[in-house]
């Protein structure tokens, strides 16, 4: 039954819950996880799911029923989430914000104005927001992106610095941020760089080559950067690429290119797992893969991290995190005209432990402490 809010002539849809048979460990850190469903672009659908362990109750479209005098609720397109200290933030990039909760309750907090905002990552009190600046269209003269500093106290931007074109994922390493700089507005003219910002400063100091259209920029636990290409979707394929420190430079280079397409990644341990939706304009189809790959040697070690033939039932796979406890992977499937949009648990071997059902396009995971 819907329930009516406080808002005019609008519903709000009530928070559903499933049951989940997951039993958490005595000494875990870990109290549950949220996850943003994107939502189709224009449909002003992005909701936010949470899983708490330790009640076993996975809650669809959380933030609706914990906020419900918020006209629109979330927004256009859910980008990216994160925690930082006692704060959720959720980045809405067509509805140009980040929306600000309460970690443990749901309860908002505020919203931060960013035009066309992206990824979200946090560094000594503060939050930094990649923008694409411009608005949400293809254009060769579109402007070049930028990085948003957000003091997380006040919530106010306090910086910014420009970038390379539409700038996706960063990373901190050391002093220095590495922006991946996609450059897709401007198809077929994409960027190609890392851009390097010194911290101290807030200013960017250099733009390194590293692959057309880059994507994911992740860091691994022993300091090195894993950056994805898209390509060019005809005959540049998707790449993988590996920066590094090298003799006694203070700043990354590019030290390796694996032979692998990639479209999104996680790291648990010694394995960085991964999957790959390549789509080639020639064929009009997607090609998807699977894999494990040993961050030490850079070599892969499995050509599928799904052990128990459940990746067959998964057209599209579209995010991926890791429990960084136990290791259990997620994956998650959007929803297509004949099935639901459905979050999937597999443990450290592979196998299916269960699965639920989300909103529309889930796709990004943030583990909550206790």
């Avoid at 259209?213 to 860091?219: A, D, G, I, S, W």
Wanted: net charge neutral.
């Amino acid at each position: 039954m819907a329930v009516c809010g406080c808002r005019e002539d609008e519903l709000v849809v009530p928070t559903e819950y499933d049951i989940i048979p997951e039993t958490p460990s005595a000494t875990t850190e870990i109290r549950g996880f949220y996850l943003v469903n994107e939502g189709n672009m224009g449909s002003n659908k992005c909701t936010l799911d949470y899983f708490d362990y330790f009640t076993g109750l996975y809650a669809r479209n959380f933030y609706a029923e914990r906020n419900p005098t918020v006209i629109k609720e979330l927004g256009d397109v859910g980008n990216d989430i994160g925690i930082y200290g006692s704060k959720l933030y959720v980045v809405v990039n067509c509805s140009h914000k980040v929306e600000v909760m309460d970690a443990k309750s749901g309860v908002r907090i505020g919203q931060i104005d960013i035009p066309n905002c992206r990824y979200v990552r946090f560094h000594r009190g503060y939050a930094y927001v990649s923008s694409y600046v411009g608005p949400v269209l293809i254009d060769p003269d579109a402007p070049r992106g930028a990085v948003y500093k957000i003091d997380t106290l006040s919530l106010g931007v306090v910086d910014k610095v420009t970038v390379g074109y539409q700038p996706e994922e960063m990373e901190v390493v050391d002093d220095y941020m590495y922006v991946a700089n996609s450059g897709g507005y401007r198809a077929p003219d994409y960027d190609n760089t890392v851009s390097v910002i010194q911290m101290i400063d807030f200013k960017q100091v250099e733009k390194i080559p590293v692959g057309i259209n880059l994507h994911r920029l992740k860091k691994d636990s022993y300091g090195k950067l894993w950056v994805t290409s898209r390509g060019d979707y005809n005959s540049t394929p998707s790449r993988l690429f590996v920066m590094d420190k090298k003799n006694g430079y203070n700043k990354m280079i590019v030290t390796d290119t694996l032979q692998v397409a990639c479209s999104n990644m996680a790291f648990h341990g010694d394995s960085l797992y991964f999957y790959a939706t390549e789509w080639n304009n020639y064929t009009s189809s997607n090609t998807i893969t699977y894999g494990i790959i040993d961050i030490r040697t850079k070599k892969l070690v499995s050509q599928n991290f799904i052990t128990d033939g459940t990746d067959k039932s998964i057209t599209i796979p579209y995010g991926i995190a890791i429990h960084p406890e136990t290791g259990h992977i997620f994956a998650t499937l959007p929803k297509t005209s004949v099935t639901p949009a459905t979050l999937y648990c597999f443990d450290h071997n592979g196998r299916r432990k269960w699965s639920v059902r989300t909103g529309d396009i889930p796709a990004h995971i943030t583990f909550l402490k206790r």
